[in-house]
């Protein structure tokens, strides 16, 4: 059985087609992360939130990310450090600060992975309810 | 960081169809009507059984899938390996699936599992064609069986 049980809260609500778009340009891209850690780095809820922020809001400092999230800098810093790991985030050091900025096209993988299979049984659940209407005649 | 107990994930696609099980039954398991739907393939209701489906080769796949008829419970429960063919078996696919029909609603409820990928599986189909919105608003759906 598996212990993981992520729930994904990225859809069309918070990400618009932009993120979709954006996503899509990039399937092409060659990803240096194995899907692996990609799954795992978005099942932990409070990094999932980080990056759906970073997402939504757009580049951030650690301190800005910690004053919302409910949890210490120290721990909001791990949290960005396995993003970043993952390929998930970038960051760019400007003086003391660090921003943090969300890399949309490093869910390519896991959009594409799911939507191939997903996307093959949808279509033949389609085309066997078809199949099942035709069989009434 | 959260810690998986298995290296594979499945897919979990179900419906509920306004159809008796009897009926979606003989679409599950007749060779012309699995066509019609699927995939050609030379199915056979018999356990044990081993047959191919077949399909148009794309770019990384050879378009057969090796399979084994594992279960088989009469307008109940259909069970059958899905496993990549040929020069592809080695590396390719090696997967369960599994099709349950639950009598719901004087329709029946159709759940297909699709178990046993592995990480480096994720590229064993091509071709989309769903359409972005509906994929994402699966996403969760499909993320919560991993």
């Known amino acids: ?137 | 960081m959260t810690t998986v107990a298995t290296d594979t994930r499945s897919i979990v696609v179900e419906r509920d169809m306004p159809h008796p099980p009897e009926k979606i039954w003989r679409a599950l398991t007749q060779s012309a009507l699995i066509e019609e739907w699927l995939m050609k393939n030379d199915f056979q209701p018999v356990v044990g059984h081993k047959f191919n489906f077949r399909a148009q080769p794309v770019m990384g796949w050879n378009g057969v899938t090796d399979c084994e008829v594992l279960e088989l419970v009469p307008h109940q429960r259909l069970v059958y390996t899905w496993n990549a063919s040929g020069e592809q078996a080695p590396d390719g696919l090696k997967t369960i699936v599994t099709w349950i029909l639950t009598p719901h609603n004087g329709g029946t409820h159709v759940r297909m599992e699709q178990s046993g990928f592995r990480p480096q599986d994720e590229g064993g189909y091509r071709g989309m064609g769903g359409g972005w919105p509906r994929i994402l608003g699966r996403l969760e759906d499909v993320a919560a069986k991993f």
């Not at chain 1, 993952?86 to 921003?99: P, S």
Request: charged letters at 25%; aromatic letters at 8%.
């Open chain 1, 1 to 137: 059985m598996r212990s993981l049980r992520p729930k994904f809260s990225i859809d069309t609500r918070i990400t618009g087609w932009l993120l979709i778009r954006s996503i899509a340009s990039q399937l092409c891209v060659q990803m240096p992360y194995s899907h692996d850690i990609l799954f795992k780095t978005l099942a932990d809820p409070t990094r999932r939130a980080i990056f759906e922020r970073l997402c939504r809001e757009g580049e951030q400092t650690v301190g800005a990310l910690t004053a919302r999230a409910g949890i210490s800098q120290p721990a909001v810093s791990k949290h960005l450090g396995v993003l970043k790991q993952a390929g998930l985030v970038r960051d760019r050091h400007e003086g003391r600060l660090t921003h943090y900025s969300a890399q949309l096209g490093a869910l390519a993988p896991l959009i594409d992975w799911t939507s191939q299979m997903a996307g093959f049984w949808q279509r033949k659940f389609d085309d066997l309810e078809d199949l099942l209407k035709r069989m009434d005649q």
